[in-house]
């Protein structure tokens, strides 16, 4: 445990590259950038040891189409970091040769990214045909080996919203325990080149994704969240928010190849994210981070409200403050 008992995790971006075409992604016009080498990537993984990281973890682009990444993984653990993940599209795993060789190089927990329920929305948003049938052999091979920590996320936009109660179906059938719905960033790469394709309205977004959260909780899913959204169209569902409860556990660095953020949820709250003037008076003001700035840009901020009363959820729920938790 680190600072403020806070636990440090490092997140290492071994560069840009990827088999997918995400629509959304934010690293959309980062493809051209070049690829961290193995030794830039063992140094890194050495300094996150000695800078003393809780959490490693590595992601790309798509982190695990690189030849030497259950080399860095590995590296990693023999040096004794306590917790190793990677954030993937899952598509490497359909190779059960790839998916032994990444369990075996001890790598603790994999978070698969799921955009739809079926191949039709999620391989629409990918942009990469047969990336839905992969994604679930590489589910069912990891089962088959006995690799049992999976967690899910899913980007949140105009195309898939409608299907989230299906595809928590998807995660509930597939024993998925920790899943974060993550309301699409508009502030780079795809979503902001493309906003008006892509980007929802929060109030159309959110009852879906509230949906989605009840679908959860309802089969025993208690670890399920929403990620980056404004605090007043969740209200009932405020202990599954992502943003209040990662603020009081993680410190959150992010080692990139063209940047280095050494307070990623602080800036992003500072900078990517903001409140206004409506949010005046708002109970929930200093626990929300408020919506994207570059959501305001495009849809204003007339769909935000002033919360002036909190109720229990769905769950039995209720909010406890910033400032309250523990
Ligand atoms: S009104 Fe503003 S401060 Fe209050 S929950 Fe909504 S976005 Fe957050």
């Not at 929403?226 to 603020?247: D, M």
Request: net charge positive; aromatic share 8%; hydrophobic share 40%.
């Amino acid at each position: 445990m680190k600072k403020n008992g806070k636990k440090l995790k490092i997140v290492i971006f071994t560069g840009y590259a990827c088999n997918n075409n995400c629509a959304f992604c934010i690293d959309s016009d980062k493809r051209g950038l070049p690829e961290k080498s193995t030794a830039e990537l063992l140094r890194e993984v050495l300094q996150a040891k000695n800078k003393g990281a809780d959490i490693l973890e590595i992601i790309g682009g798509e982190a695990t189409i690189r030849p030497d990444f259950s080399r860095v993984v590995k590296a990693a653990k023999k040096l004794g970091i306590a917790e190793v993940a990677c954030a993937t599209n899952g598509r490497v795993f359909a190779d059960m040769a790839a998916a032994k060789k990444i369990v075996a190089s001890g790598i603790d927990s994999l978070i698969f990214s799921v955009h739809g329920p079926g191949a039709r929305v999620h391989d629409a948003l990918t942009r990469a045909s047969g990336s839905f049938s992969q994604l679930k052999k590489g589910l069912a091979n990891l089962k088959a080996l006995g690799f049992k920590r999976i967690n899910g996320n899913t980007t949140v936009v105009k195309q898939n919203m409608s299907a989230l109660p299906r595809l928590a179906a998807f995660y509930v059938r597939n024993k998925i325990r920790n899943v974060e719905y993550i309301f699409v960033d508009p502030n780079y790469g795809g979503a902001k080149n493309n906003f008006q394709v892509l980007v929802p309205r929060i109030s159309k977004a959110a009852p879906f994704m509230r949906r989605a959260l009840e679908i959860g909780l309802r089969s025993g899913m208690d670890q399920w969240k929403a990620r980056y959204v404004p605090l007043c169209h969740f209200t009932g569902c405020l202990e599954q928010i992502s943003e209040i409860n990662e603020k009081t556990l993680f410190l959150t660095e992010h080692w990139a190849p063209d940047f280095v953020n050494t307070d990623a949820i602080g800036s992003r709250a500072a900078l990517g994210r903001r409140k206004t003037a409506r949010c005046r008076g708002c109970l929930l003001y200093s626990a929300c981070e408020g919506i994207w700035v570059e959501y305001l840009k495009n849809y204003g901020d007339r769909e935000l409200k002033p919360v002036k009363k909190l109720k229990r959820g769905p769950g039995g729920l209720r909010h406890r403050s910033s400032d309250d938790q523990t």
